[in-house]
């Protein structure tokens, strides 16, 4: 057993044998605990003894057998109590019982010399370790292997545990007998990286060294060969020069793995932190973003400069375009950091929008006789710029909390039965808002959460998706303004028609009159195509449905994966066409419609939400 005991081997006359599980955890042990359920069916109850009556949870029993005398206290022959059963079975009922009536909530037992609070983490009864501690369990005691119950609760990668023992005050970097903290501990041993980075959370000592070996979390990563540890503790940003007894470096350690990909990431993170110390590099790394948007506007003129070329040689030509996204290519990857790199589309959006309107008002509007084309072109390109800056700049509605809030939060949701997935994010280590998700890249939950956008470069959020459908709008309307114009260049500049010389003729001849033009009408007709289609389908969601693009994709998953049918329209947040609408827009159209006004920061349940949809179908 786990916790350091025998199980439950004979039964009651006449029960049926329960179903045995194995909890072989990292340290070998054997044995397996009943597990914790309603109490089996028996001819005769009265013949079970107290330990067999508790590991079942035959409260009864063990109430007759403790009246009739029998002391809680009592060891059986492997030095195991009664609250030990309890603990490792999740007899919740029981343990409160003996509690009451004299029983030790600390009292060490079994091969491990465990408690009880050790034992019901071993098997991850959040439950039942959130009892142990209002009774008065110390989480701080070690058991014979010299583990608290931290160091238990990484051993055995029970997430939720580890949070509660955390948000209860419990030290991070607390250590065991040889002075491992939990960090080193899940280096060493965990599976995947999820555990670590989780623990990295709660932002432990990433360069403490144990007591014996004087080895950093990164040098037993490497030791044990943790890929996926070692990545995370780089990340983080662990030393690389620390070193352990034996004067060995991580980096001295990953040469000795077999693991040539480990030595990769080692070596490959030792030179870029050597390049930060480069003046210039520094210099550069500061103004990344400014940089990428520079060589995206340079890189668009000079493609175009190249198709304008009077040569003749198309071979000459795709010669040095090859070139110039070679050029480009070696640039960002010297130049531009993975963080700064989800920027590249945001600045060949920029730089597009800017060619495009140089060639609109420099080429395209001289030629126009009169102001139809000039206003609208002009108005849209400032809409755009202007709903392009504020859905950059407006914060999306990242779920904001401090550190005693989350502690607290944590807490809240563990002793209410609510600490899991669907209500607590493990990134963030906060209470998730209804219809929120954690973004990855910007590393971050956002209230009624859209989409990361690609074009963007930001979340869409409850902050900004009013400005975000706004700068959609004006950037169709930037790019049908520069369409039309060029069909007017076409006609007057072009000595060809499409219905006098067909379609191909006619393609080709434009394309030579002036391939400037033809390119930034092809780049044009890319933005108007994806920024259309992307307008269509959010109004569409939330005019129709009152749903976002991530609500929309989900509900679509679960039609195809359900047995029942599941209605994109048949939701709580879908309340009319119109009250959708003023919902979002927060308007309540010269007083026809009242507009809800909803904190998708706070918001964590239906209820209210529910009501409202009721009085709008009355």
Known sequence: MAGGGPACKNHCHGAHRPHMHSCRGSHGNKDAPVLPGPPPVVEDPSICDIVKATQYGIIERCKELVEAGYDVRQPDKENVTLLHWAAINNRQELVKYYISKGAVVDQLGGDLNST????????GHLAMVI????????????????????????????????AYLISKGQNIDATDLNGRTPLMLLAQKAIGPEPTRFLLKFNPSLNAVDNVQKNTALHWAITSGNTSAVDLLLEAGASLDIKNAKGETPLDLAYQSPDRFMLYMVKEEERTRSRRNSRLLKIIEKYEVILLLASSL??????????????????????????????????????????NLRYLPTAFLLSSVFWMSTTCFFWLLPDVTNTTLEIPALFSVLGLLYYFYKTWRTDPGYVKTSEEERRESIATLAEAGCLDFRTFCTSCLVRKPLRSMHCLACDSCVARYDQHSLWIGRCIGVGNH?????????????????????????????????????AWIYFTQITLCSPWVSYIFAIACFHVAWASLA????????????????????????????????????????????????????????????????????????????????????
């Open 116 to 123: 009880p609070l050790h034992w019901a983490i071993r098997q």
């Open 131 to 162: 009892l142990l501690l209002k009774c008065g369990a110390d989480p701080s005691l070690i058991d014979g292997e010299g583990f608290s119950s931290i160091h238990l609760a990484v051993l055995f990668q029970h997430m939720p545990i580890i």
């Open 298 to 339: 340079a890189l668009i003129w000079a493609v175009g400069y190249v198709m304008n070329l009077s040569s003749d040689s198309w071979l000459l030509k795709g010669g040095l375009l090859l070139l110039l996204l070679f050029g480009m290519a070696l640039f960002v990857r010297q130049c531009v950091g993975l963080k």
């Open 466 to 502: 009013r400005y975000y459908l706004l700068f959609l709008s004006f950037l169709t309307m930037t790019g049908a303004c520069l369409l039309y114009g060029t069909l007017l260049y076409w006609s007057s500049h072009c000595a060809t028609s499409y219905h006098q010389d067909g």
């Open 535 to 618: 307008l269509t389908l959010q109004l569409y969601q939330i005019v129709f449905l009152g749903l976002t693009s991530h609500e929309r994709v989900n509900l679509l998953t679960q039609r195809k994966s359900s047995k029942h049918p599941v209605s994109l329209r048949r939701t709580p947040y879908n309340l009319g066409c119109f009250q959708n609408l003023a919902d979002f827009f927060q308007c309540g159209c010269f007083g026809m419609f009242k507009p809800n006004a909803v904190d998708w920061t706070k918001q964590y349940n239906l209820f209210h939400l529910a009501k409202e949809k009721n009085v709008h179908s009355v």
